[in-house]
Structures are given as structure tokens and as C-alpha cells.
């Protein structure tokens, strides 16, 4: 385990919620709760590993009054933005942008750092020809011919210009080719093969022949397909499940008959045609070219391997067909978007960031470490001398000292269980534990003090004037034989308590029992008793319960005409109407790993 001891993690009930269907009855499901709610949680369970979490990366929801994990949360777009030139970008041109930045950011595509823009004039006067250049790598646009004559617009001259300088064609130039190869095609199958000199491109057959189409045209040309598919099928909407035209005059009139319609006898509809799959390359089909392959062999022959690109880099290039390094284009920037978080259950907004792009700070964010107590276990000092009439000084021996590796099996070792409260509201806090822990090797778990207070998180100076915490006196905590009583805390703080935990970790290897067979004689041993051990097994997680009851004040909108809210009972208080609460949690403490004997 590459978690450090001692650790904390808190589990989120989200991960064991029980999906009810019309099939079931109440009873059976009300069975169901309460029996969940008896077991005691497994921390070696397979399904624990997506509900425990750090205490730092959980929110909490006000109304629920419940821990909430990042599965417990919706997430909701608030805005897209650049991460270079920090450039909102409007929501209804981000699906047609393809999610990238269109104006001057550029990743490279061997590192993917951010590319800065160089000018090639040698006089300093900062001139055109411009490039793309990688400060890190020291890739640039000039190793695949492509020059800028303008520093601002690098998106759209890029967009114009392919590897070595060529003219890339326009959209509408695609499109009026496409549809004159469409017209050629038509008439070479109705057999008019003879053609005007008008007619023909000023490209010659043996060039129309040898170029094949980009991927930007294969893709043009697919998506021009299937428009004209669904154009051709019916002029009604596509994503609709019933024939009605938006567009048409009378589709008001319709959507009215749809609804007020009292017959149950439904229209009979028209099967749609499915739709056929593209046949050649002007409807964006992609044809296999074994010449290609072999071309692309004997350069490999030639060059080496070292001009193929790598895995990482291939994937993050839009084109996945490109194989060598001299077919490498800039990236244009990837947005960023920020995000706000809502419960799932009651929709109520948990994290909300500031919408400008500039900003860092959050509108709303509800995090549990300021509403939920934070544990902690550490080794208690052994330096106890129970003739001391004095309090005890700090520790002789470091806690550094203690080996949470080296856990003695059977013989009980004192933790200190630390509870800081974050809350303005002194707390009642209860905990429970197994008195065995689950697995393998089962180890004795005892809380000395189960049930103790907590101070509120006041302020720091209060506390000092107001010195209402007398120093607890830890000789008074050992009886005449050296062992720690129970029922009593270890020590006490302004918003902090901590208690004793007493440990007897587990054996390791249990101890195979004989059984006798039937004519006395030895019959082997019991079974399940083979020793073995997973993964992670000799770790010593302590699953603990905690519950804490505190009173709060009420707000206005829950106070309403003096009725609790949440079950609690309300009081009249001087600060206003005040409520009892509770909050309940489970969580898993790793006190060390068990040595083997």
C-alpha cells in the first residue's frame, strides 16, 4: 500500500444505494434499509474502494445534511474558455469550433507545449515571413513548409495552407467540386462519355487520378451524405418520432390534434426508408490503397523508424492516418470550462465558481472539512510513569520513533484517536467500532471513551482570555497498575478532544487445529484454516462509526411559522430559533501493517 500510515478516509453511502423498481414492494425495501443500516461497514470489500475518499476531496450538501462524493454530484457548464489567452468562447460556437481555440493558440504536436509566434526576418524589424516555433522542443511549422504573412489569424491561414504550402480549398470550393464530380459521375453511367471542353476541370486526368482525397475532404464529403440522406427521406425533423414539420404553417393545428385526440386508435405510419451506406469517395467512403502501404514501407526501409510517429503523439493529432513526421500539423488549444456542482438528490448547489476567466475564487463551495469532524490517529507516547504527581511533559520519544510497520501481533498497543470540530456549535460525538476488526486476521478494537464533548471552533483569542479548559491531569488516567481507565479522555483543546484507542492486532497465520476422524486417529486439519492471505491483508484498518448531535441556529427560510426542520426539536434561544441535529458517518482509520511473528 503506497498510502503512508496513519490515514483517514471517510465513506460516502452513495456507492451502496439501492435502486428501487415497480416490481418491489415497500416492505421488502424498508427490510432492506434497515438491515444496511445494522451491518457494520467492510473496508476489505471490493466495493468499498469506490466510497471511501479524503476528507479534503468531499463536499457537503446543507439541506441533506450528508457527505457527498464526486459520484454524489451533478456537474453543470458554466462557461468555456482558453487556458493561453484566457478568451471566453460563447456556448453556441463551441460545437461547430470543434472545442479548440480559433484564434492564435497552438500546442505543439511533439510535446504539446504552448507554441509561441516567431518572425523569420533577419533585418529586426520583426517582419513577415512568421512561424509557429515550440520554445521547449524546438519544433516549428518551417520543418513541414508552412509560413505566415500575418502574426494575428494563425487559425485561419492554417486553415488555408496544407504541409509543404499547398492550397487547401474552402468549404464552399469543396462543395461546388463535389458536386461537379457528381454531375461527371451521372453522366459517365447514363453513357455520355463525350464531354465539352467547358466541362471539364482544369486539372488533367492523369493528376484527378494520382491526388486522393485529404481526410478534411472524406470527412466533407460524408457529412454532405448523409444530410442529403436525411433531406431525401422526409422533410420533417429526423430526431423526431412522429412526422410533423416544425417549419410548416400548420404544425401548430397538428401538435393541438396530437394531444386533444380522444380515439386510442393511432395514425398509421409510413416506414422509413433506412438509410443506404456510402458507396465511393464522393460520399465519403474510404478506400484502402495498397500502393499507399507499400510506399509507406520503403520509406520506413529508407528512413528508419525514426520518422514514424510515436503512439502519444499519433493520438493527439485529428487525423488518426497520419504515420510520419513531416504530416505533423500545430494543435490548436483545447478549451477549458468551468463547472458547478449540484447534489444529485436534492439539487442544491454545493461548488460554484466565479464566471470570469480571470477569477479563481468561488461563489458557493461547501466542503465537508468545514462542516464534518476531522480524525487523525497517532501512536501514543510510552513514556507514562504512573508515580508522576505532576501533568505529564511533552513526549521524550518522537512519533516518528514509532514503527506503524512493525505492529506486534497479540500484544495491545494505545493509539491516540484525535476529533477537531470545525463547527461554531460545541458537539456530542459518539463512536463505535467492531469489536473485532473484518478479514483474514481479526484484531481487538476498544475505545476507551466512546462518548465525549467537543468544544465550538471559536476564536483563538477567546479561548485565551476566557482559559475555561483546566489542563487534564493524565496521571489520574492510570490506575495502580499502569493500564490507561476507561471512561476518560486523553486530553482536550479548544475545538479538539482525543481519546484512547486500545489495539490487539491480529495473528498473521492462524493456527491450524487437528481433527480427530471417526476411529480417533488424527484426520488432518480444519477447514479454511490454509494460512493464505491477499493482498493488503496484514494492514490494520479500524472502521469507525461516528455520530455527533450539536444544536444550530435556524435560518429564516427554515424557520418559517416556528415549525423544526429535519425531525429536530426546536427551542426558542436569545440568538433565535435553535434545533437539534445529527450527523452520521462512517469511517476507516489505518493504524499500521502487522509484522509476521
Not at 75 to 91: G, H, I, K, M, R
Request: charged letters at 25%.
Amino acid at each position: 500500500m503506497a498510502q503512508p500510515f496513519p490515514y483517514t478516509y471517510y465513506a460516502c453511502d452513495c456507492f451502496d444505494s439501492t435502486t428501487t423498481t415497480a416490481s418491489k414492494r415497500a416492505s421488502q425495501v424498508l427490510a432492506a434499509a434497515a438491515e444496511e443500516d445494522e451491518r457494520d461497514f467492510d473496508p476489505r470489500s471490493p466495493r468499498s474502494n469506490y466510497s471511501l475518499f479524503p476528507l479534503e476531496h468531499l463536499l457537503y450538501c446543507e439541506d441533506c445534511q450528508q457527505i457527498r462524493c464526486p459520484r454524489c454530484v451533478i456537474e453543470e457548464t458554466l462557461n468555456w474558455y482558453c487556458p493561453s489567452c484566457l478568451f471566453e468562447v460563447p456556448s453556441s460556437v463551441v460545437k461547430s469550433d470543434g472545442n479548440r481555440c480559433t484564434r492564435n493558440c497552438f500546442n505543439c504536436p511533439v510535446c504539446t507545449a504552448p507554441m509561441t509566434t516567431n518572425s523569420l526576418d533577419t533585418s529586426g524589424d520583426n517582419g513577415p515571413p512568421y512561424i509557429l516555433a515550440c520554445p521547449y522542443c524546438h519544433w516549428s511549422t518551417v520543418e513541414i513548409g508552412i509560413e505566415f504573412e500575418k502574426s494575428t489569424g494563425i487559425s485561419s491561414q492554417l486553415a488555408r495552407v496544407a504541409n509543404g504550402g499547398k492550397h487547401i480549398p474552402t468549404q464552399k470550393e469543396r462543395d461546388k467540386e463535389r458536386e461537379r464530380k457528381k454531375e461527371l459521375e451521372e453522366r459517365r453511367r447514363e453513357g455520355r462519355a463525350v464531354m465539352s471542353p467547358s466541362e471539364e476541370s482544369p486539372t488533367t486526368d492523369t493528376e484527378r487520378e494520382e491526388v486522393a482525397p485529404s481526410h478534411d475532404e472524406l470527412f466533407a464529403n460524408l457529412g454532405a451524405f448523409y444530410k442529403s440522406q436525411m433531406e431525401a427521406q422526409t422533410p420533417s425533423n429526423p430526431f423526431s418520432s412522429h412526422d410533423i414539420n416544425y417549419s410548416s404553417p400548420s404544425a401548430y393545428s397538428r401538435i393541438v390534434n396530437l394531444y386533444s385526440s380522444t380515439t386510442s386508435k393511432k395514425n398509421k405510419r409510413n416506414k422509413h426508408t433506412p438509410f443506404r451506406e456510402a458507396g465511393s469517395a464522393l460520399e465519403g467512403l474510404t478506400i484502402h490503397d495498397s500502393a499507399a502501404d507499400a510506399a509507406a514501407i520503403e520509406r520506413i526501409k529508407r528512413e528508419g523508424w525514426g520518422s514514424t510517429l510515436s503512439p502519444s503523439t499519433k493520438h493527439a493529432q485529428i487525423n488518426p492516418n497520419l504515420r510520419f513526421d513531416n504530416e505533423l500539423r500545430p494543435l490548436a488549444t483545447l478549451l477549458c470550462t468551468k463547472r458547478s456542482k449540484r447534489c444529485r438528490s436534492c439539487r442544491h448547489i454545493l461548488s460554484k465558481p466565479e464566471t470570469k476567466v480571470t477569477s479563481t475564487r468561488y461563489k458557493i463551495k461547501l466542503l465537508a472539512l468545514n462542516h464534518i469532524p476531522r480524525l487523525s490517529i497517532r501512536a501514543l507516547p510510552l513514556n507514562i510513569n504512573p508515580a508522576q504527581q505532576q501533568p505529564l511533559a511533552p513526549p521524550a520519544r518522537p512519533e516518528s520513533a514509532f514503527n506503524y510497520n512493525g505492529l506486534k501481533s497479540g500484544i495491545p498497543t494505545h493509539f491516540l484517536l484525535h476529533l477537531s470540530n470545525p463547527l461554531f456549535d460545541p458537539i456530542r460525538v459518539t463512536l463505535a467500532t467492531p469489536s473485532t476488526t473484518p478479514g483474514k486476521v481479526q484484531s481487538r478494537i476498544t475505545i476507551l471513551c466512546p462518548q465525549f464533548d467537543v468544544g465550538a471552533n471559536t476564536d483563538v483569542w477567546d479561548d485565551a482570555l476566557a482559559s475555561t479548559l483546566s489542563p487534564i491531569n493524565r496521571t489520574s488516567l492510570i490506575n495502580d497498575a499502569g493500564q490507561i481507565e476507561a471512561g476518560k479522555i486523553w486530553d482536550r483543546g479548544r475545538n479538539w478532544t482525543s481519546v484512547v484507542v486500545e489495539v490487539v492486532p491480529g495473528f498473521l497465520k492462524p493456527v491450524a487445529f487437528p481433527v480427530l476422524a471417526e476411529d480417533g486417529k488424527g484426520g488432518g486439519e480444519a477447514e479454511g484454516d490454509d494460512g493464505g492471505l491477499d493482498e493488503d491483508e496484514d494492514v490494520l484498518e479500524i472502521p469507525v462509526f461516528v455520530r455527533i448531535e450539536f444544536e444550530a441556529d435556524v435560518v429564516a427560510e427554515e424557520r418559517g411559522l416556528g415549525v423544526s426542520v429535519g425531525g429536530g426539536d426546536a427551542k426558542k434561544g436569545e440568538g433565535g430559533a435553535r434545533e437539534k441535529r445529527e450527523v452520521a458517518f462512517w469511517t476507516v482509520v489505518g493504524a499500521g501493517r502487522i509484522a509476521p511473528l
